[in-house]
């Protein structure tokens, strides 16, 4: 019989730390995927940050380096300056790239680095257990947001993926979700184009991922699967944010 | 190649070049910018070279930090405040035993404080700096001269130990002009150095990384870094000795205090004061053995610094008791003169009874 | 032999320049020298210094605190330097910008009318290089041929500049 759904070759063959029904484990599949089918295991540098996904490295079968928190779009632009040749992409959560890392990300952005930046947005705090995160939903309870979020105090969810829209050098942003099989395969394609435009010279790639956190979110799988549609994509819409590289997607 | 006049900040860049920098991040503030310029200039235009404007000096230095990963020689520079910037970053190279080279042009502090030359970052220099338990290879050069030729020891020591080294210079040095000379040629391709990560090609993929979730396993790690330190400290201390056989006073200073106090020695000696000076190159590993063993010739040391002391504790814990270690600083900023540290000297040398 | 010398002015007055050449031509005369401009904040205001040390053996502070010679380019540098100069130093002055008589009795004063002259020669920007063409003369610490050929270095070969501050140069040198 043939085998149409294997292990990706630059996915490890290790058991996931992560919580059942996160979305982290779903994208890193996703990316390996995207190494096979491009070809660039090889020359494929990736830069995970603490978080959740400290521990990527166990999973892909790239080189990485654990960068500090936030600093992703500067060492990946140091990585990718010094071997262009390389493909580099950063993998950040929604504090990383959204709070302390967003100067980072809008100046690695605005010079139009010719990098990858998968964007994980689960609205919430995972590794240190469930804060408020600058993507956290109006009202959401977190352990810093005991009564709610309140923008009197503690502002609005930010749209950093409408943000890194406005900026010249960013050649592609579009956010997607992972919650739904049909939404996972989209996910996919901005992904690959992501990739893709790297390989291309085109510049500075940004895909944000709605990911659903049940741990942090106090939900089942399932509800936290619902809640991306019904709640999170309402304040983060999905699709196509900016387009510069004159090419639709694949399908 | 013949001598030219050059700023400490342009010398420094210069000799960066020569020895194959690659990469160059930096932020512009006072009195380190003629470096970034420099680069601006003339690294961003050579071949497989790259010069950038950070967006802030923690941008900056982990963009070094991302060029060393791929083995690529990568090198940052700014001053007092934007030193404690980059904290973080080297705390990470230290943690994933990244080589790159930090050039802190200090200045007037806390705070804001001057731009005026200063030495008040010693301790964050030698003492790692960031959090962790970790050391950073300090270099200390005192001329324009020494900077260039300590540019290069820089990027050799941090690849041979793929440890980070700090160059500490000054507002002063990086301002003056002197004559300098050039020793090396720039390669025509930058090096690369062996291990870096540039894709896994032709072997397994490797990661490099700072944290752990088993404390076992970090112990490890801190274990390793403090043998190389000690390596380090056996290996790659050094110091300048100047007029030490006979005297009875020894001036303990770096860097362009050390200067200042050359004159007044010389001047010392002049009106019949046996005084000379130990002068440490690298601050860190600090030359213990060698400033020891003057203590068993001489008794009564001053240390001259522009601060309220903070290399003192490292001549003290040197000396183990066995000198008499007077302080005597200037800090935020304010330049000394060599007729006020030989006033300092004379006063010390007749309090003590030195004058026979 | 430590000879110090401050040079001091207006921004704008080329006062770092007269230093820098100073110190060129020492390099070229293979002597020990250092250059320190002030910097920053201090010559935002307007003001400009800078201290050129130069000797035959190892130069240990860059730093004057009593120099052999002050060159006054304008009268708040006069004021601001008279009590550092060392007793029996030499205060150049330049007596166009300048009208107030120094009040210590123990220098040697040369006055230089360096911006009338440069007038006169129809570049007031080239009054720095009379002065220091006076300065030299005055001096004596540097042959005039070390700073014309200092000159072309820092000048990069411009030779429409080289002339008009080789001829300044000249005109001050040949005044004392």
Redesign the interface.
């Known amino acids: 019989m043939e085998k149409i759904f294997t292990r990706p070759k630059s996915l490890k063959n290790a058991v996931f730390h992560y919580c059942p029904g996160c979305g982290h484990s779903i994208v890193h599949r996703l990316i390996c995927e995207i190494i096979d089918e491009l070809n660039i295991q090889d020359k494929t540098i990736g830069v995970p940050p603490p978080g959740c996904s400290v521990f990527a490295y166990y999973y892909f079968d790239v080189d990485m380096i654990e960068c500090p928190h936030g600093r992703g779009g500067a060492v990946a632009t140091g990585i990718k300056r010094a071997a262009p040749d390389s493909v580099v992409f950063t993998y950040q959560g929604d504090g990383d790239l959204a709070a302390i890392g967003t100067a980072e990300t809008l100046h690695a952005a605005n010079r139009g680095e010719n990098i990858t930046a998968v964007f994980i947005n689960n609205a919430v705090y995972g590794m240190t257990g469930g804060q408020m995160a600058p993507t956290t939903m109006l009202g959401m309870k977190t352990t810093t947001s005991p009564y709610g979020r309140d923008p009197e105090f503690d502002g609005h969810p930010i749209k950093m993926s409408e943000i890194i829209g406005q900026v010249e050098g960013a050649c592609y942003v579009e956010r997607v979700a992972v919650n739904t099989p049909a939404n996972i395969r989209r996910a996919k394609r901005a992904l690959k184009k992501a990739f893709q435009n790297q390989l291309d010279g085109k510049g500075y790639s940004l895909v944000e991922i709605l990911s659903p956190c049940p741990t942090n979110w106090k939900m089942s799988p399932v509800d936290s699967w619902k809640w991306v549609d019904d709640v999170m994509s309402k304040k983060f819409p999905l699709g196509t944010i900016k387009d510069t590289t004159g090419k639709t997607h694949a399908d | 190649m013949a001598k030219v006049l050059m700023t400490g900040n342009a010398a420094i860049a210069e000799a960066a070049i020569r020895a194959g920098c690659q990469c160059y991040f930096g932020y512009p503030i006072t009195p380190q910018t003629e470096l970034t310029e420099y680069m601006a200039a003339n690294l961003s235009r050579r071949p497989g070279c790259t010069f950038i404007q950070a967006e802030s000096e923690i941008a900056a230095i982990n963009m070094v930090l991302g060029a060393s990963v791929t083995g690529a020689r990568a090198m940052t520079s700014s001053s007092s405040p934007g030193m404690s910037l980059k904290q973080e970053a080297i705390s990470y190279m230290a943690a994933s035993q990244l080589p790159a080279v930090i050039v802190n042009m200090s200045r007037g502090g806390p705070g804001l404080g001057s731009i005026a030359a200063a030495q008040s970052d010693y301790f964050q220099s030698t003492r790692g700096g960031g959090h962790g338990d970790y050391r950073t290879i300090v270099l200390a050069p005192s001329s324009v001269q020494e900077l260039a030729d300590e540019t290069h020891t820089a990027f050799d020591l941090a690849d041979k130990y793929s440890i980070p080294v700090i160059l500490l210079g000054d507002g002063m040095l990086g301002q003056m002009m002197e004559p300098v000379e050039f020793k090396h040629e720039a390669p025509a391709v930058p090096p690369v150095r062996p291990g870096g990560l540039r894709g896994a090609t032709g072997r397994p993929s490797r990661f490099i990384r700072s944290f752990t979730s088993n404390p076992a396993e970090l112990e490890e790690l801190n274990w390793s870094l403090y043998r190389r330190y000690q390596q380090i400290q056996e290996k790659e201390t050094s110091c300048e000795k100047f007029m030490t056989d006979d005297a009875q006073l020894i001036v303990t200073a770096f860097g362009i205090a050390a200067r200042i106090a050359r004159g007044a020695i010389t001047n010392a000696r002049a009106l019949g004061m046996k005084v000379g000076m130990f002068r440490p190159v690298t601050l860190w590993p600090f030359p213990k053995d060698q400033l020891k063993e003057l203590s068993k010739t001489a008794k009564y040391f001053l240390d001259f610094e522009m601060n309220m002391g903070q290399m003192i504790d490292d001549v003290k814990l040197s000396l183990e008791g066995s000198g008499d270690v007077t302080f005597y600083g200037r800090p935020g900023g304010v330049i000394p003169t060599s007729s006020e540290v030989l006033r300092v000297i004379t006063r010390l040398y007749y309090q003590k009874g030195l004058n026979g | 032999m430590l000879i110090k010398t401050i040079f001091a002015g207006f921004g704008g007055q080329g006062v770092l320049s007269m230093g ?1 050449n100073l ?2 031509a020492a ?1 070229i005369e293979n002597r ?6 002030a ?3 201090e010559v935002r205001g307007g003001t400009a210094n800078c201290t050129v040390s130069i000797s035959d053996e190892e ?5 004057a ?2 120099p052999t010679f002050v060159v006054a380019m304008n009268q708040p540098s006069m004021i601001r330097f008279q009590n550092r100069l060392q007793s029996g130093g030499i205060f150049f002055l330049n007596s166009s910008l300048i009208t107030e008589q120094v009040s210590r009795g123990d220098l040697e004063i040369v006055n230089v009318a360096a911006n009338t002259l440069a007038e006169e020669m129809g570049n007031v920007k080239s009054a720095n290089m009379i002065m220091l063409g006076a300065f030299i003369k005055k001096s004596n610490i540097l042959h005039i041929d070390s700073v014309i050929e200092g000159l072309n270095v820092a000048l990069k070969g411009n030779k429409k500049l080289i002339t008009i501050n080789t001829d300044a140069l000249k005109k001050g040198y040949d005044l004392l």
């Open positions: 820098l110190a060129q390099m020990h020298v250092t250059y320190l401009p910097y920053g904040a130069i240990a502070s860059p730093v605190s009593s």
